[in-house]
């Protein structure tokens, strides 16, 4: 069984920056590609971002060139830095792990304040 925590959240004022952590349990990690995604009051979940286990990213127009994902395996932990943040980011972030099965965070609260 994989557990996802993740770590980070917070109030952040426009035009600032927050770093989001996803620490994993388990050993498969180095496998998998890691996604973060978010969810913000009355809307669906969305992609925020993808790193495959070989290092490949892809980010939604959305947040390209403001948030960077990025990993370390021995770690077994997922980041994303997120910078020139809007109040449109404020959501609730979530971890997921990719594969047959998926594994998902609880979650992180991030409030970007105009």
């Known amino acids: 069984q994989v557990q996802l925590v993740e770590s980070g959240g917070g109030l952040v004022q426009a035009g600032g920056s927050l770093r989001l952590s996803c620490a994993a349990s388990?050993?498969?990690?180095?496998?998998?590609?890691m996604g973060w995604y978010r969810q913000a009051p009355g809307k669906q979940r969305e992609l925020v971002a993808l790193i495959t286990s070989t290092g490949s990213t892809n980010y939604p127009d959305s947040v390209k060139g403001r948030f960077t994902i990025s990993r370390d395996n021995a770690k077994r932990t997922v980041y994303l830095q997120m910078n020139s943040m809007r109040p449109e980011d404020t959501a609730v972030y979530y971890c997921k792990m990719g594969g047959y099965t998926e594994y998902w965070g609880k979650g992180t609260l991030v409030t970007v304040s105009s």
């Open positions: 388990g050993s498969i990690f180095s496998t998998k590609t």
